[in-house]
């Protein structure tokens, strides 16, 4: 796998582990993924969070279980390996499904449902869920913020997460998806 994707996947996994790097990554762990989101954006009606959560373990179904250890737990190396062999064998079916994570996933983050993520709910999403600090945060606005409007449109997320999740250019904006993968 070329080195920028190796690169960002590990930094995901890290980030999806948080501060307990001991913590098991698992089905139960991107179910519970999406509620934790959720509280974050109290008021979230329940069809979004169930929208997030079965996309999350749709993803884990198709494309990490086959990776995970015998006790159902992903390790970083576990969860490269999958991604690369999605990309290779799965490849529609799994942009398709990263889409879909992506549009549930600011479905729940668009909190007044204006169809866009300003720079409050991006901040507030980012800044709760991930160690990003204050400028981290800012630069991954404007990163993902491709026509500087001043809102990430449905679009630009979609575009952030297929660059991320697949691309190799060190400069792309999607590179930014969960921070500076670096």
């Not at 698992?26 to 959560?53: V, W």
């Not at 991604?83 to 499904?97: G, K, N, P, V």
């Not at 297929?162 to 400069?171: K, R, V």
Request: charged share 25%; hydrophobic share 40%.
């Amino acid at each position: 796998m070329p080195d920028v994707l190796d690169r960002k996947l590990k930094r995901a996994f890290a980030l999806f582990q948080g501060e307990n790097k001991s913590a098991p990554v698992d089905r139960a762990y991107f179910a519970a993924l999406a509620h934790h989101q959720a509280a974050t954006f109290p008021g979230t009606p329940t069809a979004k969070i169930e929208d997030l959560e079965a996309s999350f373990t749709t993803f884990w179904d198709r494309y990490l279980v086959h990776r995970a250890a015998a006790d159902g737990t992903l390790t970083g190396e576990g969860f490269s390996a999958a991604i690369a062999s999605a990309l290779e064998t799965y490849r529609t079916a799994f942009l398709s499904d990263i889409g879909n994570v992506a549009q549930c996933w600011y479905a729940v983050a668009d909190s007044n449902d204006d169809h866009v993520i300003d720079r409050d709910e991006y901040t507030k999403l980012y800044g709760v869920l991930f160690p990003l600090t204050a400028d981290e945060l800012a630069t991954g606005f404007a990163k993902m913020d491709r026509d500087g409007n001043g809102v990430i449109s449905h679009d630009e997320v979609r575009a952030a997460s297929l660059e991320y999740w697949t691309s190799n250019d060190p400069e792309a904006p999607g590179n930014w998806l969960f921070g500076p993968f670096e």
